[in-house]
């Protein structure tokens, strides 16, 4: 029988000491502040991050997952979540969950506040993230991440469900 771990918890101020900035390099509006809580907590299959978009930023660069479910519960604050060709405006107590595979999607503070929420989804042992905007996808296997453009003429590797 395998050894039976015990509950972790991240007290406040472990949160609070342990936020940290983060900007998606292929997108220049992207802006996040927050705590990865998951992982801290030794969670190896589900990621769950507390994030903080600030008036005017985007969370991450537009994107879409083929095989890892994603999800956010808004926890204060609004914001714009473009999906696919829709626009929702969203708002503290909604729950957003994006199915695999997923539409493109983006969150957009276009409020004069913070917008806070809860992200997390599943840390599987591999993904493959288009991100059309920028041409390229992501395929990650384990912890090592290879990026393709999908503009070069050649075929990309993991061909998505439906052409984006």
Do not use: Q
Not at 1 to 12: H, L, Q, T, V
Not at 92 to 114: M, V, Y
Not at 117 to 144: C, H, Q, S, W
Not at 145 to 156: K, R
Request: glycine residues 10%.
């Amino acid at each position: 029988m395998p050894e039976r771990k015990p509950a972790c918890i991240i007290r406040a101020a472990e949160v609070t000491a342990s936020r940290a900035t983060f900007r998606h390099p292929w997108n220049p509006s992207s802006e996040m502040h927050g705590a990865i809580l998951g992982r801290a907590a030794g969670l190896l299959r589900a990621g769950l991050n507390l994030v903080r978009v600030p008036p005017g930023k985007e969370a991450f660069a537009y994107h879409a997952h083929l095989h890892e479910e994603e999800w956010i519960y808004v926890l204060s604050g609004n914001a714009l979540l473009e999906s696919g060709k829709a626009r929702h405006e969203i708002a503290a107590g909604d729950f957003i969950a994006f199915p695999t595979p997923s539409e493109p999607h983006l969150l957009r503070n276009t409020s004069s506040e913070d917008i806070v929420y809860l992200t997390g989804g599943e840390r599987a042992a591999f993904d493959v993230a288009d991100f059309p905007r920028n041409g390229k996808r992501m395929v990650r296997i384990g912890d090592r991440a290879t990026v393709y453009e999908l503009g070069a003429g050649g075929p990309a590797p993991f061909p998505s469900v439906d052409p984006l």
